[in-house]
Antibody
């Protein structure tokens, strides 16, 4: 079965750090770009970051300089290192796979999400 | 700062037709933004409905369709059913890896 499984969420104080993981199964992980999308309580989806199959990374302005996305293709896992966390980073963080084939760009697989709470 | 805009809420009667739209705070949405649509019910992960403006994802009923209407991307539900009551999000690809979601539309079927 093709699936994404996030882990690493939890509670942290403002200014703290957290590392999220997303393990992929049932697909050739190294072929695909992977992204993180978050959703604050009662709010909409917000794209956070993406790492392409070959390694280039991109970030939303709201997290640039604080978050780092990386991947380990040997472990079929993508990570999101979150530093200098703020209350406004409180959200459910979803891992998602980007489909980028034949001039088609969209997110075609989603994990169930992992919650992050930043509070003192 | 570009913002992707959606109607905050919409309602439709069972069996009716509704069109949700996705625009830009400045400029027009075209197929070059590869508009996609996602459905999300509270507490659940998003589900991919439409990609590349008008292609349905696997398993999505054909009552869901996508298009460009004027300067906006559109998601039309023809013959709405009770189970279509959800939040709907559009996403646009701005190139060089950058994505942006709209604020979402809460659809009520009543």
């Amino acid at each position: 079965e093709v699936q994404l499984l996030e882990s690493g969420g939890g509670s942290v104080q403002p200014g703290g750090s957290l590392r999220l993981s997303c393990a992929a199964s049932g697909l050739t992980f190294s072929d695909f770009a992977m992204s993180w999308v978050r959703q604050a309580p009662g709010k909409g989806l917000e794209w956070v970051s993406i790492i392409s199959a070959r390694g280039p990374t991109y970030y939303a302005d709201s997290v640039k300089g604080r978050f780092t996305i990386s991947r380990d293709n040997s472990k079929n896992t993508v990570y999101l290192q979150m530093n200098s966390l703020r209350a406004e980073d409180t959200a459910v963080y979803y891992c998602t796979k980007e489909h980028r084939v034949d001039s088609q760009f969209y997110f075609d697989l989603w994990g169930q999400g992992t919650p992050v709470t930043v509070s003192s | 700062q570009t913002v992707v805009t959606q109607e905050p809420s919409f309602s439709v009667s069972p069996g009716g037709t509704v069109t949700l739209t996705c625009g830009l705070s400045s400029g027009s949405v075209s197929t070059s933004y590869y508009p996609s649509w996602y459905q999300q019910t509270p507490g659940q992960a998003p589900r991919t409905l439409i990609y590349n403006t008008n292609s349905r994802s696997s398993g999505v009923p054909d009552r869901f369709s996508g298009s460009i209407l004027g300067s906006r991307a559109a998601l039309t539900i023809t013959g709405a059913q009770a189970e279509d009551e959800s939040n709907y999000y559009c996403a646009l690809y701005f190139g060089t890896g950058i994505w942006m979601f709209g604020g979402g539309t809460k659809l009520t079927v009543l």
